[in-house]
C-alpha cells in the first residue's frame, strides 16, 4: 500500500507536544574550569532518555542545575513542557512543575529515620491542631515501597542502612511525587546499588510510569540498561553533547562506548586465566557465618582473583565485610599464610594488621573524608596500616605514592590537594580503590568495585586489580555485575540462601554467571522491554 502525504493533512496535524524538558546552550564554569560547553538536548513526554559519558564528562552538572544546587553560566534554556524555567532554578520551582531528581549521592540525611527521608518536605498537618497525622504519613511510606517492591523499615535511621536499601529510599521518594502523565524524573546513578532482582522490578516501574506519559531521564554507565531500556541517549564528551537524542533501537554497546570515548576500547577479554599451582600458598576460609552466610568454605590461591556472586539476600555480598572484621560472624576461621584468625570477635583493625584491606560499597557512606583532598584519602589508608612503620612516611615518599595511583588509576583532574567533593563520582571512586590497593594488603576484599565508573576507567580498574594479583596478592571480589566478574575473576563462587551452591571455573562467560545464579533463568525484564517495544 503507497500512502501519499497531502499538504492539507499536514497542515491539519496537531503540532507535536513540547519537549518535558529542554536544555539548550548550557554553559557551566567552575573558578577558570570550564566543564559544560553548550549542552542541548531535549527529552519528550514518555520516553527514557539516557545520559551518558565518561567520568567527569559534566552528567551530574546538569542534574545539579536542573535542582537548582549548581548556577549556570549567563545565556543557557531550561524549558518544561515549553515554559521556559527562571535560572538559576530554584529547587521549590523545579518540583512544582514536575521534575524530581535522585542524586548520585542519593541526598538523604543519615541521621534521619527512613520515614521523616521519605515524607520531608510532604508531611500534612491537620488543619486545625496542625498535628503531622503520623499513622497516614507511614500509611503512604509503606504504600510507595510496595510500589518499588521493597519494603525499608520507617523507623530506622538512615545511616544505618545498607547501600541497596538506601537506593531504595531515595528511589521510592522521587517516585512518590510521579503524577501520571507529566512530571519528569531524574536518576542520577541511582541503581548503581541495585541487585539484579530489584534492578528488573525497577524498570518495570518506569515502563509503568513513561507509558503514561512521565518522562525518564536516566544517568547511567551500564551500556547495557541503555541498549536495553532507554528510547534515546545523549553524549557527553568533555562537557559538550556531541550526541543529542540518539535513536537508542538499533545500537550496540560497542557503538555506544565508542562514541562516548571517541575511540575503540582495547579487548581485555583477553587475560588468560590463572591455574594456580597446587601447592601454591593460599587463603582459607573455613566456616565463616553470620549476617545472611550460613556456612561458607573456601579457598582463594595466590595471584587468584576469587568472585563471590548471587541473587540479593543470598549472603555472598555479606562475606568481605565478615571476613574484614566489619559485619560480626558468628563463626569460622580465615588463615592467611603464616596467621590463622578466629573471625568471631574481630576487629578490623585486627583484619588490617593481618594484612587485610576491604574496598566496601559506597565510597561517600563508608570509606572517603569527602571533605580532605586526593592525597590525604591515600596516604590515610596507608598510614593506617598498623603492621606498617608506625611512623609517619616521609612527606616525599607519600607524594610519591599518591602520585603513583593518581596515574596509575588515571584520576582526573590530576590535582592531589583538591578535595575529593569536587571531584565527580566515578573519579571519587577511582581514588576510593587507590587508597585500599596503595595499602599494598595480602588480600584483598572488595564490594562492586566498579561502581559509577565509566566504560574507560572500569578497563582501568580491573586492569590494576588483574596486575595486583599477578603480583601475588590473593583477590575476593563480590558483585552483582556479571560481565564484570567474567572480565575479573578465575573463578566464580555462586550462592544461594547463604551458602556456596555452584562453582564456575576456566573460560567464564557473563551468560554462564547468570545463568548459575538463576539456574537457568535470564535477566529477562531489561530484554524484554526492548522486545515488545518492537511491537
Ligand atoms: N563543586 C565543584 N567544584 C569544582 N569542580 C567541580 C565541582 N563539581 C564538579 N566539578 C567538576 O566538573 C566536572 C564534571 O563533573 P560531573 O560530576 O558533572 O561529572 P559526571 O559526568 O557526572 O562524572 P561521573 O560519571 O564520574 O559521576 C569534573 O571535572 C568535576 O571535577
Redesign the pocket.
Known amino acids: 500500500m503507497t500512502v501519499t502525504r497531502h499538504e492539507g493533512v499536514r497542515a491539519a496535524t496537531p503540532a507535536p507536544p513540547a519537549p518535558r524538558l529542554s536544555v539548550s546552550a548550557l554553559d557551566?564554569t567552575?573558578?577558570s574550569?570550564r566543564?559544560?560547553t553548550d549542552v542541548t538536548f531535549d527529552v519528550a513526554p514518555g520516553e527514557i532518555h539516557a545520559l551518558v559519558?565518561?567520568?567527569?564528562?559534566?552528567?551530574?552538572?546538569?542534574?545539579?542545575i536542573l535542582t537548582g544546587l549548581?548556577t549556570p553560566d549567563p545565556g543557557a534554556q531550561v524549558a518544561i513542557d515549553g515554559v521556559p524555567l527562571q535560572l538559576p532554578v530554584t529547587p521549590q520551582e523545579s518540583r512544582e512543575r514536575g521534575m524530581a531528581v535522585v542524586h548520585?549521592s542519593l541526598g538523604l540525611v543519615d541521621e534521619f529515620t527512613v520515614l521523616e527521608n521519605l515524607r520531608v518536605g510532604r508531611l500534612t498537618g491537620s488543619r486545625l491542631t496542625r498535628r503531622i497525622d503520623w499513622a497516614r504519613e507511614r500509611e503512604a511510606a509503606a504504600a510507595v515501597f510496595a510500589r518499588v517492591g521493597r519494603q525499608v523499615p520507617l523507623d530506622v535511621p538512615v545511616g544505618t542502612l545498607l547501600e541497596e536499601d538506601r537506593a531504595t529510599v531515595a528511589i521510592a521518594r522521587a517516585l512518590q511525587d510521579a503524577q501520571a502523565g507529566a512530571g519528569l524524573i531524574v536518576f542520577?546513578?541511582s541503581t548503581r546499588a541495585l541487585s539484579r532482582r530489584a534492578l528488573e522490578h525497577f524498570f518495570g516501574i518506569l515502563d509503568e510510569i513513561v507509558a503514561t506519559g512521565t518522562a525518564v531521564l536516566m544517568?547511567t554507565?551500564r551500556l547495557e540498561e541503555v541498549v536495553a531500556a532507554a528510547d534515546r541517549v545523549t553524549i557527553?564528551r568533555d562537557?559538550r553533547s556531541v550526541v543529542s537524542g540518539h535513536e537508542v533501537r538499533g545500537m550496540t554497546e560497542a557503538e555506544l562506548t565508542s562514541l562516548i570515548l571517541g575511540r575503540n576500547l582495547g579487548d581485555l577479554d583477553s587475560r588468560e586465566r590463572l591455574v594456580p599451582a597446587d601447592d601454591a600458598p593460599r587463603v582459607t576460609v573455613v566456616g565463616v557465618a553470620g549476617l545472611g552466610v550460613a556456612e561458607a568454605s573456601f579457598e582463594v590461591r595466590q595471584g587468584e582473583i576469587v568472585g563471590l556472586t548471587g541473587v540479593g539476600g543470598s549472603g555472598y555480598d555479606d562475606v568481605p565485610y565478615l571476613l574484614a572484621g566489619v559485619s560480626p560472624a558468628r563463626a569460622g576461621t580465615v588463615s592467611l599464610p603464616g596467621r590463622d584468625l578466629a573471625l568471631a570477635g574481630l576487629r578490623p583493625a585486627d583484619a588490617i594488621a593481618a594484612g587485610m584491606a576491604l574496598v566496601p560499597e559506597g565510597r561517600e557512606h563508608a570509606g572517603l573524608a569527602m571533605t580532605e583532598s586526593v592525597a590525604e584519602n591515600i596516604a590515610f589508608a596507608q598510614t593506617s596500616r598498623a603492621r606498617r612503620p608506625l611512623a609517619p612516611m616521609p612527606r616525599r615518599n607519600e607524594l610519591a605514592l599518591v602520585g603513583e595511583w593518581i596515574d596509575r588509576l588515571g584520576v582526573?583532574?590530576n590535582l592531589p590537594q583538591a578535595p575529593v567533593?569536587?571531584?565527580?563520582?566515578?573519579?571519587?571512586?577511582k581514588v576510593f580503590v587507590a587508597k585500599w590497593l596503595a595499602t599494598d594488603p595480602d588480600l584483598l576484599l572488595l564490594h562492586e568495585p566498579t561502581q559509577?565508573?565509566?566504560v574507560g576507567a572500569r578497563h582501568t580498574i580491573v586492569e590494576a586489580i588483574h596486575e595486583m594479583a599477578a603480583s601475588g596478592m590473593f583477590v575476593l571480589v563480590a558483585g552483582s555485575d556479571e560481565n564484570e566478574l567474567a572480565l575479573l575473576c578465575d573463578r566464580v563462587l555462586v550462592f544461594e540462601e547463604g551458602r556456596i551452591a555452584r562453582e564456575l571455573s576456566g573460560q567464564v562467560t557473563p551468560d554462564d554467571i547468570v545463568e548459575a545464579i538463576y539456574a537457568g533463568g535470564s535477566r529477562g525484564a531489561l530484554r524484554a522491554r526492548r522486545d515488545t517495544g518492537a511491537a
Open positions: 557551566k567552575f573558578g574550569n566543564v559544560l559519558g565518561q567520568n567527569g564528562s559534566g552528567k551530574s552538572t546538569v542534574a545539579k549548581y548520585q542520577d546513578e544517568i554507565h557527553l562537557g582526573v583532574p567533593n569536587t571531584y565527580s563520582g566515578g573519579n571519587q571512586q559509577a565508573v565509566d
